[in-house]
């Protein structure tokens, strides 16, 4: 199986690197968390919980970059294919882990 990154999930990541060009600890620390989550679906696939739209997937990232975020994939055969990066309020989540 391996990692596909969707065009809008390449320049989401793209534009918060940008956002934290001043910060580039926290873009580093922002990076890796991401890295790690997302190479982590690799021995787990549904690591995450079910998305709010049908057939995705959603993992959230806590704490980093001073607000939380969260990423939405798919699951193919072959493939884990993330769509997209984006900024959430966690009051809105439920039953969600680190």
Not at 33 to 44: D, F, K, P, T
Not at 78 to 85: K, T, V
Request: include cysteine; proline fraction near 2%.
């Amino acid at each position: 199986m391996k990692i596909i990154w969707s065009q809008t999930a390449a320049q989401d990541l793209q534009l918060i690197i940008h956002f934290l060009g001043d910060i580039p600890e926290t873009a580093i620390k922002f990076c890796d968390r991401i890295s790690a989550r997302v190479n982590a679906l690799l021995e787990s696939p549904y690591l995450g919980k079910e998305g709010r739209v049908t057939g995705t997937f959603e993992v959230t990232i806590r704490r980093t970059l001073m607000i939380n975020s969260l990423f939405v994939y798919t699951i193919t055969d072959e493939s884990i294919n993330i769509l997209g990066i984006c900024k959430c309020d966690l009051y809105s989540l439920s039953d969600e882990d680190d």
